[in-house]
């Protein structure tokens, strides 16, 4: 199968690209080359800018499916359909469930869930826009390929490579050991699913050639931030005690203030796991993170108190 891939050398595109060379794939990479370039020096790469709309590398090239990591507005889908005019392989978009409307949310959510209106008035993308945009991505997806058109969307997605933190930053915290400052519920539950599995899907729908939409969601056993926690600390070796603070007291990733939002962390997998995703158990990711992230040095996290905030927050709590 020959596979060209839109983005790639990230995060998603990294393991979907790692992925697809271990199982035989002929793959090939579209970007702007600016970032990764000491990965997958065996792949070919054509260079070009989604974000001035620069495609010509593509102009006459054939594969028999593409995987778009990378679109976040429509114009984005509009302008990489127009330059692999002809394509009648498989389109697969990674979305995301952001794509959901919150205000229509219930628990154990499956992909027919509603979404948010899809946003065509801007190209900024925000945490407010996010999700809309990529519903209208979705959307063009469909309307272009129709049955050849796959949609996958992620939740929050973890392992090494991840250049958000979200995870990492609880993987490093609870390697810390000791009180852990949590402004948030233990039992809130949460979802995150390895980089590694949802890999794994996207190369599988593509081999089998399977339409649809699939929620990718993990870990296959439902887990709170108190299970979390003990996850974390257990594949660090350590123990951490959770320290109720004040909600809101400092911004911890995957914290949701609001009980209501809980059904965010509760969509359903089955489609997903039908057609092929796996479930690392949550251990075995931190423990890959963890291994990561020391052997990167542990650069400042991009998200959540540091240890002299956490340090204050925990002071504040036993007055």
Not at 28 to 45: A, I, K, N, S, Y
Not at 147 to 172: E, L, M, N, Q
Not at 209 to 223: H, L, N, Q, S
Not at 281 to 297: G, I, K, N, Y
Request: include cysteine; glycine fraction near 10%; aromatic fraction near 6%.
């Amino acid at each position: 199968m020959r596979l060209l891939v839109l983005g790639g050398t990230s995060f998603v595109g990294r393991a979907v690209v790692t992925d697809a060379l271990a199982h035989g794939l002929d793959v090939m990479l579209f970007g702007r080359g600016r970032t990764g370039r000491e990965l997958f020096p065996q792949v070919p790469r054509l260079l070009g800018d989604r974000g001035t709309g620069d495609y010509a590398a593509l102009a006459g090239g054939r594969w028999d499916a593409v995987v778009d990591v990378s679109a976040y507005v429509p114009r984005h889908v509009e302008e990489a359909g127009a330059a692999l005019e002809g394509h009648d392989g498989r389109y697969l978009l990674v979305s995301t469930i952001s794509v959901y409307d919150p205000a229509r949310a219930a628990p154990q959510l499956a992909e027919d869930a509603p979404r948010l209106p899809a946003e065509r008035g801007t190209e900024a993308v925000t945490p407010e826009t996010y999700g809309a945009l990529k519903v209208a991505c979705e959307d063009d997806v469909r309307a272009r390929y129709g049955d050849a058109a796959t949609v996958v969307r992620p939740g929050i997605v973890a392992g090494p490579h991840d250049p958000t933190d979200r995870f990492t930053y609880w993987v490093r915290r609870a390697a810390r050991g000791g009180r852990m400052a949590l402004p948030g519920r233990p039992e809130q539950p949460v979802q995150v699913v390895d980089s590694r599995d949802l890999a794994r899907l996207v190369t599988g729908l593509l081999v089998d050639d399977r339409p649809g939409t699939y929620d990718a969601v993990g870990p296959a056993e439902p887990v709170t931030l108190a299970g979390l926690a003990a996850a974390c600390a257990e594949a660090a070796g350590t123990r951490v005690e959770l320290v109720r603070v004040a909600p809101g007291a400092a911004a911890v990733p995957l914290v949701l203030g609001d009980p209501a939002a809980d059904p965010l962390f509760g969509r359903r997998a089955d489609r997903a796991r039908a057609a092929g995703l796996t479930g690392t158990p949550l251990v075995q990711t931190a423990r890959d993170v963890l291994s990561w992230d020391r052997d990167r040095a542990e650069p400042p996290l991009a998200v959540g108190p540091t240890p002299e905030q956490e340090a204050a927050l925990l002071r504040a709590a036993q007055r």
